[in-house]
């Protein structure tokens, strides 16, 4: 009897839907695939079914993740697309609460590592002639300022608007926090 392919994407589904509740309550070491199972209201076999582990579950939903970023990035329309291009998309997918535990209090930094690695750099308005051997040190706190900035905006539950928080990275970046200051 072969099983119906909706309801196996189902069921893979609960399992990521329940990992990730998970992951954003505790760390991977303290998720154990039985505690998985009974969010998902399935027993540990099923769970087997369909991943080794919890850390090939991990890999496939940052994988996974990763793979729509990408593929929303190639699709954009502007000849390049920056890193505020990438967390929009990311922002308006349907893969928020994947993001939400990837970026929480216990996700892994090689996640972070693997997203930066994504992001196009030719997409970045930033002139290093003169800078050029500073080139890795910008673009890095560049990348990581805004993945930051967008991880503490998923953790206050979008508490700005898509605009007002992209708008306020951009003058962050134009002018620092110079305009924020009493004075």
């Given at each position: ?156 539950e979008k508490d700005l ?20 200051s009493k004075k």
């Amino acid at each position: 009897m072969k099983k119906q392919p909706e309801i196996t994407e189902k069921t893979r589904q609960a399992f990521i839907d329940a990992f990730c509740e998970l992951y954003n309550q505790k760390p991977i070491e303290k998720i154990s695939v039985q505690d998985i199972a009974n969010k998902a209201g399935y027993n540990r076999s099923t769970f087997y079914q369909h991943f080794a582990d919890i850390y090939e579950l991990l890999d496939s939903v940052e994988s996974d993740l990763l793979s729509y970023i990408k593929e929303e990035l190639t699709n954009m329309k502007t000849s390049t697309a920056s890193i505020q291009s990438a967390l929009n998309c990311i922002e308006n997918s349907k893969l928020i609460s994947v993001l939400k535990a990837l970026l929480g209090d216990y996700g892994s930094v090689h996640f972070l590592e693997r997203l930066k690695r994504e992001i196009p750099f030719d997409g970045l308005e930033l002139n290093f002639q003169e800078y050029d051997f500073l080139k890795p040190y910008l673009i890095e706190f560049y990348i990581s300022t805004s993945l930051s900035l967008f991880r503490l905006w998923i953790k206050q539950e979008k508490d700005l608007s898509s605009e007002e928080f992209f708008k306020l990275v951009d003058t962050l970046y134009k002018n620092g926090i110079t305009p924020y200051s009493k004075k």
